[in-house]
């Protein structure tokens, strides 16, 4: 179950496969002072391969519709499939990764054995986990830190090892909600190349949440622009720009017009209310 | 050294008020008893047999020294006598009623945390049995098991047991809840499994809570099994001491069998304190 997934091919046919559709997505929270429309009407069609940000003002929905997609949350109305099956059961094929805003390791676990947690649960082979800590420590750049403790880490290689734990087992998906909210700009920037370099390098599909226009824009294929009360879609940009990106793709002329395309779309969705 | 000298202070200051205090809680019997005899007492001379009688309203520290070093130091553990053999049954009533305790408050916080119908139910029964005051059913638990034929260790580890489930329960409670959303939801995405997430998570989340409460469900066990001694006329254990000493006025035995609880009481909790670091240190935690 969880080793076929990994002999995909390559991006090499032009019309990529959709791993994630939504359809008339509707999201309502029931609270005490009466119902929260958190997502209305939302359609959107996600391919294999594709890094997704989704970007708009606080309360917009970005974190209920990655919950949706993750089976933590049931939609009001509407059809989500993952993986051309139903959330629930993607999870339970162990589909997806899911990296929280904050790292949420466990304290009283090494960072080898907070990567191994998942790898426990699903019931690998003692064998199979180390060789996969290994090689996911090794993907975020954290080889030799697998016997250290959480606090014994900077915040930023907490962040490291939490997107290493979401890698370490075959899950072909990772759902991102701002996992670099917390972090300072310099850390991000790296953070943004290594996360890059890795999704090249995996062909994997990302759904990224962020509050940030130039790190949306530097990471994404698709940009999707969301805007509050209801939470909606109100544009999908798709980047011209190519795979491979240098930091400095940020001083283009493409980015910038990409940038500013974003924020337009995110002023417009203010202008509502 | 920097340690030494405030502890050294409190100690000093404390022998202080309780040499005092033996003075002005002993003198009057004196004074009654120099007045019977028709003699007159130097200042010197009073403080003197305030300090040295033998049934005193409050025993002065060295004579309860003495009394500690000869029924401790001096006699077989094994001989009735010692108060080292007393200790030992307390003890032992104790130990078994806290390991009863601990795993009884255990279970129940499980049941709390996964069962809903445990969670709506159980807890006020909980708190109701703690505020039965507990010397009114300790003579009715010993009573009704040696009417089925059990005494012995066993009614008073009950009595422990009842006291020390309580704070278990409580702390096992909050320990095992103490894991957030997020972490919750992280094992979901996993599809972990109830067991999975109990063992890997919400367990040793609870540890530091554990430990807390076990301190204080040994303290409590130890009070239940003195108490246990007290209303069966018990032969033996600290709690038989008391009662001996109270019947006979022999406050120098009363105060050498509480002196012997309280460092009891410190011993276990100390030993739990030090499994806690242990525990703790080896999970990364501490
Ligand atoms: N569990 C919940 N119960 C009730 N209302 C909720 C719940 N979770 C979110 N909401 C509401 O739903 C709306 C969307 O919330 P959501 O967390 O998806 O926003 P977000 O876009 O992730 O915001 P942020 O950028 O601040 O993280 C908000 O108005 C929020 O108050
Ligand atoms: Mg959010």
Redesign the pocket.
């Known amino acids: 179950m969880m080793t076929e997934q990994v002999a995909a091919p390559a991006a090499s046919v032009p019309q990529a496969p959709t791993v994630i559709s939504a359809q008339g997505l509707n999201l309502v929270?029931e609270?005490s002072d009466g119902p929260?429309q958190?997502l209305k009407d939302v359609d959107l069609k996600i391919d294999k391969g594709d890094f997704v940000s989704f970007i708009?003002p606080?309360?917009?929905?970005?974190?209920?519709f990655l919950r949706v997609m993750a089976d933590l949350e049931t939609p009001t109305s509407g059809t989500v499939l993952v993986n051309g099956v139903t959330p629930e059961a993607a999870r339970k094929a162990r589909a997806y990764g899911y990296v929280f805003q904050a790292a949420g390791l466990y304290p009283w676990r090494s960072i080898g054995g907070n990567i191994r947690l998942p790898l426990e649960i699903m019931g690998y082979s003692k064998a199979e986990q180390a060789e996969r800590v290994q090689r996911v420590l090794e993907l975020v750049e954290l080889s030799g830190f697998d016997k250290k403790y959480p606090w014994q880490l900077s915040g930023g290689m907490q962040q490291r090892a939490s997107i290493a734990r979401a890698l370490a087992f075959d899950a072909d998906i990772l759902l991102m909600d701002?996992p670099f909210g917390a972090l300072d700009e310099i850390v991000r920037d790296h953070l943004n190349e290594q996360l890059l370099a890795l999704w090249s390098r995996t062909e994997k599909t990302i759904c990224f949440?962020t509050?940030s226009i130039p790190e949306a824009v530097y990471l994404s294929t698709r940009i999707v622009v969301m805007s509050p009360r209801p939470?909606r879609i109100t544009d999908v940009i798709e980047s011209p720009l190519p795979k491979e990106r240098p930091l400095e793709i940020r001083d283009s002329p493409e980015f910038l017009e990409i940038a500013h395309r974003v924020r337009e779309g995110l002023r417009a969705g203010h202008a509502y209310d | 050294m920097k340690n030494v000298i405030p502890v050294l202070t409190v100690v000093l200051a404390i022998l202080l008020l309780w040499y005092g205090g033996a003075i002005l809680l002993n003198k009057q019997w004196v004074l009654d008893q120099a007045a019977r005899q028709d003699r007159v007492l130097t200042t010197p001379e009073l403080i003197a047999e305030t300090w040295a009688q033998d049934k005193p309203k409050l025993p002065a520290p060295h004579q309860v020294a003495v009394e500690l070093w000869d029924t401790v130091a001096m006699k077989k553990p094994t001989s009735k006598r010692s108060l080292v053999y007393h200790a030992w049954v307390t003890m032992s009533a104790t130990v078994l009623g806290f390991g009863l305790g601990t795993l009884l408050g255990f279970a129940l916080a499980v049941g709390i945390v996964y069962n809903r119908v445990m969670d709506k139910s159980v807890m006020p029964w909980v708190i109701a049995s703690q505020t039965i005051p507990i010397l009114a059913i300790a003579p009715m638990i010993i009573v009704v098991l040696n009417a089925i034929g059990i005494s012995g260790l066993l009614p008073k580890a009950m009595i422990s047991m009842y006291l020390s489930f309580f704070p278990v329960v409580v702390g096992m409670v909050k320990g095992l809840r103490s894991p957030d959303a997020m972490q919750l939801d992280q094992m979901r995405t996993w599809s972990a499994t109830r067991a999975q997430e109990f063992r890997r998570l919400r367990l040793p989340a609870s540890m530091p809570y554990l430990f807390a409460s076990m301190k204080i469900a040994m303290a409590a066990s130890l009070v239940g099994a003195i108490v246990g001694e007290l209303p069966t006329g018990a032969v033996a254990g600290l709690g038989a001491r008391l009662l001996a000493g109270s019947y006979y006025g022999q406050t120098i035995q009363i105060w050498s069998a509480l002196l012997m609880a309280a460092a009891l009481a410190a011993a276990l909790v100390g030993l739990i304190g030090l499994i806690q670091r242990i525990t703790l240190k080896r999970m990364g935690m501490a």
């Not at chain 1, 606080?58 to 209920?64: Q, R």
Request: net charge neutral; aromatic share 6%.
């Open positions: 929270y609270t929260v958190a708009g606080s309360g917009c929905g970005k974190t209920t701002e949440v509050h939470g």
